[in-house]
């Protein structure tokens, strides 16, 4: 239901903007998230976007990242700037019902919905 995509291999200092479109699921209805797995390591929340709250950002990334919504087309995009070799990893889209909060949003397992990942590649 969720499809990503935008990926795509960059050098140091690039930008990438991903997107996130969703059939079946009204994205402001709940909560949408950027999360990203690189080799051998577990997947994290990169950024989550719900109405009525602040956006959080994984703290390597602030200042970088920008998550943003469109609800007329149904999509959330995540813009990434200033990349960097360690940014290297499959990023997912995942969407939730619900309106989590802040000791929630980061954990994947409160995902419902989540689209198939899309490669981003950093290279210095």
């Known amino acids: 239901q969720l499809q990503a995509s935008g990926g795509g291999s960059v050098e140091t200092g690039g930008s990438l903007r991903l997107s996130c479109t969703a059939s079946g699921f009204t994205f402001n209805s709940g909560s949408t998230a950027w999360f990203r797995q690189a080799p051998g390591k577990e997947r994290e929340a990169v950024s989550v976007i719900r109405s009525f709250s602040v956006p959080y950002y994984l703290e390597s990334v602030k200042g970088r990242f920008t998550i943003s919504r469109d609800n007329a087309k149904n999509m959330v995009y995540l813009q990434m700037n200033s990349l960097k070799p360690e940014d290297t990893a499959v990023y997912f889209c995942?969407?939730?019902?619900?309106?989590?909060?802040?000791?929630?949003?980061?954990?994947?397992?409160?995902?419902?919905?989540w689209g198939q990942g899309t490669l981003v590649t950093v290279s210095s």
């Open positions: 995942a969407a939730s019902r619900r309106g989590l909060i802040s000791s929630s949003r980061h954990v994947s397992t409160n995902y419902e919905y």
